[in-house]
């Protein structure tokens, strides 16, 4: 199996930063894209940021300037250097990859239990 395990979240006031990171672990043959969500109370799932193999990056257009996704790819783990932080980042961030399991023939996307980033005014 696949797991990943997030860290770095916690409470800044607004302006602040946090880093946050994710590695995955276990019976892995290849991770292709590794990104983070965000789920505030009473809303949906959302892509905060997501980086490729290659390094190529998308983010959505709310974090844009402001965060900055990179991962080491010999230790299968992303980062999310999150900057100028507003409370609407507030959130349950998830990490997420694509990955090819061990054994196995196809990709299947893993989610990690999630870290609460809050930002307070």
């Known amino acids: 199996q696949v797991q990943l395990v997030e860290s770095g979240g916690g409470l800044v006031q607004a302006g602040g930063s946090l880093r946050l990171s994710c590695a995955a672990s276990g019976s892995i043959f290849r991770v292709n894209a590794m990104g983070w969500y965000r789920q505030a109370p009473g809303k949906q799932r959302e892509l905060v940021a997501r980086?490729?193999?290659?390094?190529?990056?998308n983010y959505a257009d709310s974090v844009k300037g402001r965060f900055t996704i990179s991962r080491a790819n010999a230790k299968n783990t992303v980062y999310l250097q999150m900057n100028s932080l507003k409370p609407e980042d507030t959130g349950v961030y998830y990490c997420?990859?694509?990955?090819?399991?061990?054994?196995?023939?196809?990709?299947?996307?893993?989610w990690g239990q999630g870290t609460q980033v809050t930002v307070s005014s």
């Open positions: 980086i490729n193999s290659g390094g190529s990056t």
């Open positions: 997420n990859a694509d990955a090819v399991r061990g054994g196995s023939v196809s990709s299947y996307d893993y």
